[in-house]
């Protein structure tokens, strides 16, 4: 079976520019994530869908971050204007519907703002 | 509020050892979950092992097991035979039955393993 998908792997871009990163889920997860990780402040959860629907973007840094799930096999994470501070890995994982269970991350997207 | 700790931010473990990594967390409900993810250097979470709350088993998968201690709420991943390949970092999480979807990690552990 597939596992979670992200893409791209890689980012470079300068600052300003608008970033968008992507996310496949596993097929039949109903629920879908969203995480930075960084040095500095480890592994932060971003948001969080349950049937598509945003439940929790507390996590969200401020609003040039933005999520859709317009389906339940595509997610996307938006930047825009992108500074050096978002540097970071960002971690797209999926789970079951049920509430205790585990949660598949995705490759990651490693994304650098020059 | 729930909240996960992880006292030791590196480990050195000769390899064929066994290593304990040791986690503690916070939680007012009585249901929850506590899993453990390994990341290797080339970046990606890896799932390694799930403790539910009402489990009186500890969880074993493979050489990896949780010393689940519930009155002292502490969910230590155990690793026997320690091979190289275990090197990396390791996060203790936890998701709460009640509050919700959010799982909240740790600060995680390094693990290095010597040859």
């Known amino acids: 079976d597939a596992g979670v998908i992200q893409s791209p792997r890689h980012e470079v871009t300068e600052m300003g520019q608008e970033v968008t990163l992507r996310c496949k889920p596993i097929s039949g997860h109903n629920s879908l994530f969203w995480y930075r990780q960084t040095m500095m402040r480890g592994l932060e959860l971003l948001i969080y869908f349950n049937n598509n629907v945003p439940i929790d973007d507390s996590g969200m840094p401020e609003d040039r971050f933005s999520a859709k799930m317009p389906n339940a096999s595509f997610s996307t994470l938006k930047i825009q204007p992108s500074e050096p501070r978002d540097s970071a890995v960002y971690f797209c994982a999926s789970s079951l519907r049920t509430q205790l269970e585990t949660q598949y991350f995705g490759p990651g997207t490693r994304l650098l703002v020059l | 509020a729930q909240k996960i700790t992880q006292t030791q931010p590196g480990m050195f473990v000769q390899e064929k050892e066994a290593v304990t990594l040791d986690c503690t967390y916070d939680?007012?409900?009585?249901?929850?979950?506590l899993f453990w993810y390994k990341q290797p250097s080339s970046g990606e979470m890896i799932f390694l092992i799930y403790q539910g709350s009402y489990d009186e088993q500890n969880a074993t998968e493979g050489r990896y097991s949780l010393n689940f201690q519930k009155a002292r709420k502490s969910a230590n991943l155990v690793i026997s035979a320690s091979q190289l390949g275990d090197s990396a970092m390791y996060f203790c999480a936890m998701r709460e039955g009640t509050g919700g979807f959010k799982t909240i990690f740790g600060a995680g552990t390094r693990l290095f393993v010597k040859a």
């Open positions: 939680t007012s409900d009585q249901s929850y979950g």
